[in-house]
T-cell receptor, first 113, second 115 residues
């Protein structure tokens, strides 16, 4: 069983829709949860950072962590074509990734104009 | 632009060869991390250096080695290259040791193709 599972997609939705992206994990020691966005042929860019369980909102983006279910989500409201990218969840038990981050394989998201 | 620079952008080489990838962290960052991204394995942590010292190791092969120099730039050396080493190699940096709520900033990557 892989440590972090993420549906690779592609996930295609119309512009303006609410997008839900998810990851499940098996390591209960994970406490720090991140979402990165990666455009084609570019490096990952941090979108959201959450410590432990709960919700965090930043503009059109909301991150949710449910440690009891070992499940994290990223919601994108009012999706735009510029949101088309691969979204990677990442996790760590030691914070910013002192021992490296553990990533999901990424979900490829397409927002149709 | 994350402030992390990587050279070269692309590298094409043959099996059995050795290559060196270079990374300059963001100004003020002391930690450098190396990751490998392939289609089948996703993004995998290789190794971390903090202020010149190796701090953590991930799934790094014995044929691979890295170091961080006094000016904090880092190099990843890949030797006896195999076809399966073809991948994107990313460098990331963070301000401290990586503990707590510290962000890793990723560079644009080096695309390695082994023929």
């Amino acid at each position: 069983q892989k440590e972090v599972e993420q549906d690779p997609g592609p996930l295609s939705v119309p512009e303006g829709a609410i997008v839900s992206l998810n990851c499940t994990y098996s390591n209960s020691a994970f406490q720090y949860f991140m979402w990165y966005r990666q455009y084609s042929r570019k490096g990952p860019e941090l979108l959201m950072y959450t410590y432990s369980s709960g919700n965090k909102e930043d503009g059109r983006f909301t991150a949710q962590v449910d440690k009891s279910s070992k499940y994290i989500s990223l919601f994108i409201r009012d999706s735009q074509p510029s949101d088309s990218a691969t979204y990677l969840c990442a996790m760590s038990d030691t914070g910013g990734g002192a021992d490296g981050l553990t990533f999901g394989k990424g979900t490829h998201l397409i927002i149709q104009p | 632009d994350s402030g992390v620079t990587q050279t070269p952008k692309h590298l094409i080489t043959a099996t059995g060869q050795r290559v060196t990838l270079r990374c300059s962290p963001r100004s003020g960052d002391l930690s450098v991390y190396w990751y490998q991204q392939s289609l089948d394995q996703g993004l995998q942590f290789l190794i971390q250096y903090y202020n010149g010292e190796e701090r953590a190791k991930g799934n790094i092969l014995e044929r691979f080695s890295a170091q961080q120099f006094p000016d904090l730039h880092s190099e990843l050396n890949l030797s006896s290259l195999e076809l399966g080493d073809s991948a994107l190699y990313f460098c990331a940096s963070s301000v401290g040791t990586g503990r707590g709520e510290e962000t890793q900033y990723f560079g644009p990557g080096t695309r390695l193709l082994v023929l």
